[in-house]
C-alpha cells in the first residue's frame, strides 16, 4: 500500500472518528503529497525516498515551530504540533536512538580520519546520506560537534 493510499485510508477514519487535529494532519501530508507529484520531472509519480524526505521535512517544520511556541509560553499552538508530529512520526521509519547513533558517527570519524572542528563537514556529509531518514540532522550535528571537540 502507497503512502498516498494509506493516508487516504487513515482520512477516512478521523473523518468518522471526527477527529480534528488527525484529519488535519493527515490533510498536511496528502497536499504534500500532491504538490511532489506536481513537481517538474516527477511525472505525477513519487518514490519513497521523496515521500521520506518530505515527512521529515514536515517533522523537522513542526519540531521547530513546536520549540519556538515553547518558548512563547503558546501551550495551546504547542499541543497542536505536537499531535502532528505524533502523526507524522507513524510514517516515518523508526528513529535512531542517540546511543545508535554516537556508534555510526564514531565509524563514521574514524573511517574519514577527522579529527577537529574543521573536518566537521566531511563526517556530517557522509552521516546525513547514512542516517537520511533515521535520525534529525539537528542530533547528528549535535553529537559529530561533541566527537570532533574531544
Known sequence: MSLEQQIMAEM????????E??????????????????????????????????LQKMMKQRRDSLEIFEQQGRADLADKEKEE???????????????????????????T???SPADMGKVMGVASKQLAGLADGKTISNIVKEFLSK
Open 12 to 19: 477516512k477514519d478521523a473523518m468518522k472518528a471526527k477527529n
Open 21 to 54: 487535529g488527525v484529519l488535519r494532519s493527515l490533510r498536511a501530508i496528502k497536499a504534500e503529497i500532491i504538490k511532489a507529484k506536481t513537481e517538474p520531472g516527477a511525472g505525477g509519480e513519487i518514490d519513497g525516498a521523496t515521500e521520506q524526505k518530505f
Open 85 to 111: 508530529m505524533e502523526v507524522i512520526k507513524k510514517f516515518l521509519p523508526k528513529q535512531l536512538s542517540e546511543s545508535e547513533i554516537k556508534g555510526v558517527v564514531a565509524k563514521i570519524i574514524a573511517e
Open 113 to 115: 580520519g577527522a579529527s
